[in-house]
């Protein structure tokens, strides 16, 4: 059944417009150190357990709690996810951190041995910062609520925000705030006295060792492994889904609904978000797939749930509430859907989160097969992307031969033979490069373009690809690692803790993710198309959809239409970037040149630099 459900109304306005919720924060302090919550809001979920040396906090979920208590005698089967925590850590040490499953953020201290360990689920599907100051180190789920501490400076990275304007992250664990750093994920952060060492204790295939590709035997285990992967999550109560029109959503809709029915449970609501142009546009797709599988649908149009305000308006009001700027520029639509969601009694929402990065090959596999002279297998590659993306022949063929083919090639062999002859070479080419590349109106400020461009020299590395000798092993490593990979996962988590409900991402469940990190590429494309494993089952699911030929929609165009018409007027009202000029962020009198001639280029390159430069100048203001 589907209902078409106006996004505006009072109630719904006063709900979407609250402030977010207080997160905990936890201190490691005094003489003698001691781990404690100094900050623990009403709602919050952090369970703190001290017994006799040993402090842990937990906070977030364990899908195998009852695996758990059955491999501890003596346990309650009420026993918190803290006191669980602890006994595993006394019984099995630290190396049975690879074996949990959940979200969570887990913080441990020894007292016997004054050393502290900082834990961040192994996909990052919880959020966990830290700042260290002179005597003391405080950890959160919330940058924004570690700031609040009296002894955390509240210095804006002008660094960082200057990258992002360059559309680089060189750095993994910084954040917008300068005494603020995340815990990545899949990483213990260890830390006594003055040391910190951070080391991934969870991987699916470590660097420097021989992939173990998975047999055909482990790709048939797939689809039971997506069941289990939903399944954990159906465990905490009704279930809406984010349905767009794409496959990864519509594979975790067709299984949800399947295991729900199943198990005997409600089934989940679907929750779409339309929009009005028609390149744009997967409304027919999401409809009749709620229809086939038997699912309440509320369907809330973009322009709908923002007409107050406008799209850009609405984005930039909810950046600028959040610990760091907003990445999905559809947030304020999905902020609708979701307190819709929590207002028919939904504990948790789905998202297909994840399929593009572990069900679709990376174009980088171009480079391998030319590397490697298999130019069929380049071919066969080349029409299996052409199925599978919407580009132009021109675009396609240079991203096929060059951008991602012989580029990166040459590259990797210019930059390993200035590394091994003349290194203070290579330096200066990095340099220049990245001087080149950056815009005239970033870093007004000297000394901070000093910065920039030490930090490319320094970040530039491709350890990855030595240790493995794969551009497309590579890529997949940046998938793990990437900081922007964590600043989307953050946004997810933050996104519902503000909703009051748990995001799952079926696509980042551990067990899963180490089967599709080792799937051959060969295999992730079967029968011609991206991610072969789930089109074919669900163009037999729904055969009058077309998904055996469908492409992935992007909305670009309506992307581009609104940064550079309701941008105009924003810009306008807010004077152009005041708070970056006043950073030394970029320089007022260039940047205002510039977005002249963005505004009238109408390409969505000039888009995409409008709406990064308005939304850092929304987030930033509050704090400055």
């Known amino acids: 059944?589907?209902?078409?459900?106006?996004?505006?109304?009072?109630?719904?306005?006063?709900?979407?417009?609250?402030?977010?919720?207080?997160?905990?924060?936890?201190?490691?302090?005094?003489?003698?150190?001691?781990?404690?919550?100094?900050?623990?809001?009403?709602?919050?979920?952090?369970?703190?357990?001290?017994?006799?040396?040993?402090?842990?906090?937990?906070?977030?979920?364990?899908?195998?709690?009852?695996?758990?208590?059955?491999?501890?005698?003596?346990?309650?089967?009420?026993?918190?996810?803290?006191?669980?925590?602890?006994?595993?850590?006394?019984?099995?040490?630290?190396?049975?951190?690879?074996?949990?499953?959940?979200?969570?953020?887990?913080?441990?201290?020894?007292?016997?041995?004054?050393?502290?360990?900082?834990?961040?689920?192994?996909?990052?599907?919880?959020?966990?910062?830290?700042?260290?100051?002179?005597?003391?180190?405080?950890?959160?789920?919330?940058?924004?609520?570690?700031?609040?501490?009296?002894?955390?400076?509240?210095?804006?990275?002008?660094?960082?925000?200057?990258?992002?304007?360059?559309?680089?992250?060189?750095?993994?664990?910084?954040?917008?705030?300068?005494?603020?750093?995340?815990?990545?994920?899949?990483?213990?952060?260890?830390?006594?006295?003055?040391?910190?060492?951070?080391?991934?204790?969870?991987?699916?295939?470590?660097?420097?060792?021989?992939?173990?590709?998975?047999?055909?035997?482990?790709?048939?285990?797939?689809?039971?492994?997506?069941?289990?992967?939903?399944?954990?999550?159906?465990d905490l109560g009704p279930a809406g889904i984010y349905l767009s029109g794409g496959l990864d959503s519509i594979s975790v809709a067709a299984v949800a609904g399947d295991r729900t029915r199943l198990r005997g449970i409600a089934t989940p609501l679907a929750l779409s978000l339309a929009f009005p142009d028609p390149q744009s546009s997967e409304e027919e797709v999401q409809r009749a797939v709620a229809s086939n599988l038997g699912l309440s649908q509320i369907m809330v149009s973009i322009d709908e749930a923002t007409r107050r305000d406008g799209l850009l308006r609405s984005v930039l009001d909810l950046s600028s509430r959040r610990g760091a700027p907003v990445i999905g520029t559809w947030l304020p639509g999905y902020r609708r859907l979701g307190?819709?969601?929590?207002?028919?009694?939904?504990?948790?929402?789905?998202?297909?989160?994840?399929?593009?990065?572990?069900?679709?090959?990376?174009?980088?596999?171009?480079?391998?097969?030319?590397?490697?002279?298999?130019?069929?297998?380049?071919?066969?590659?080349?029409?299996?992307?052409?199925?599978?993306?919407?580009?132009?022949?021109?675009?396609?063929?240079?991203?096929?031969?060059?951008?991602?083919?012989?580029?990166?090639?040459?590259?990797?062999?210019?930059?390993?033979?200035?590394?091994?002859?003349?290194?203070?070479?290579?330096?200066?080419?990095?340099?220049?490069?990245?001087?080149?590349?950056?815009?005239?109106?970033?870093?007004?400020?000297?000394?901070?373009?000093?910065?920039?461009?030490?930090?490319?020299e320094d970040g530039w590395s491709h350890r990855e690809w030595e240790r493995s000798r794969s551009f497309y092993l590579q890529q997949g490593r940046l998938s793990l690692d990437h900081p922007i990979v964590s600043m989307e996962m953050e946004e997810l988590f933050e996104n519902g803790r503000h909703l009051g409900v748990r995001m799952a991402q079926p696509y980042w469940d551990p067990d899963l993710v180490d089967l599709l990190y080792r799937i051959p590429p060969d295999v992730l494309s079967r029968g011609g198309r991206a991610k072969g494993l789930v089109r074919d089952t669900l163009a037999r699911r729904f055969p009058d959809l077309g998904l055996e030929r469908q492409k992935k929609v992007i909305a670009t165009d309506y992307f581009t239409s609104v940064m550079l018409g309701e941008g105009r007027e924003v810009w306008a009202e807010m004077g152009g970037p005041q708070a970056l000029a006043e950073l030394g962020v970029v320089d007022g009198a260039r940047v205002e040149a510039a977005a002249q001639q963005m505004f009238s280029s109408g390409n969505p390159r000039a888009a995409n630099r409008i709406w990064n430069i308005l939304n850092l100048e929304a987030w930033i203001r509050p704090r400055t």
């Open 1 to 234: 059944m589907a209902i078409d459900v106006p996004a505006s109304g009072a109630a719904l306005d006063e709900e979407f417009a609250k402030a977010p919720p207080p997160a905990w924060t936890a201190r490691l302090g005094g003489s003698p150190p001691r781990l404690t919550l100094v900050a623990s809001p009403e709602a919050s979920t952090a369970q703190l357990v001290k017994d006799g040396p040993d402090t842990v906090i937990f906070d977030g979920v364990l899908h195998d709690r009852d695996e758990l208590v059955r491999k501890l005698p003596g346990v309650s089967p009420e026993a918190s996810e803290a006191e669980l925590a602890l006994r595993l850590l006394r019984q099995f040490g630290a190396g049975w951190l690879k074996n949990l499953r959940g979200s969570f953020a887990l913080i441990i201290h020894d007292a016997d041995r004054d050393e502290l360990s900082l834990a961040r689920d192994p996909l990052g599907g919880h959020a966990l910062f830290y700042a260290q100051t002179d005597s003391e180190l405080f950890a959160s789920p919330s940058t924004d609520a570690l700031v609040r501490q009296p002894a955390v400076p509240e210095r804006i990275n002008r660094a960082l925000l200057a990258d992002n304007l360059c559309r680089r992250w060189s750095v993994p664990d910084e954040t917008y705030y300068e005494a603020v750093r995340r815990v990545p994920s899949g990483h213990v952060l260890r830390v006594r006295g003055d040391t910190l060492e951070a080391t991934r204790y969870w991987d699916p295939s470590p660097p420097g060792q021989p992939v173990n590709w998975a047999t055909e035997e482990e790709v048939d285990s797939f689809d039971d492994l997506l069941d289990q992967a939903i399944d954990r999550w159906l």
């Open 339 to 456: 307190l819709r969601a929590k207002g028919e009694g939904c504990k948790t929402i789905f998202t297909g989160a994840g399929g593009d990065e572990w069900l679709t090959v990376t174009f980088y596999l171009a480079a391998d097969l030319l590397r490697s002279f298999d130019l069929a297998g380049w071919v066969r590659f080349g029409r299996i992307t052409r199925r599978s993306f919407n580009s132009s022949f021109p675009s396609f063929a240079r991203n096929m031969v060059w951008r991602f083919g012989l580029r990166p090639i040459l590259r990797t062999e210019v930059v390993r033979g200035l590394n091994a002859t003349a290194p203070g070479v290579l330096r200066r080419r990095r340099r220049k490069i990245a001087a080149g590349a950056m815009p005239d109106w970033v870093a007004g400020d000297p000394t901070l373009r000093e910065e920039l461009l030490t930090r490319v």
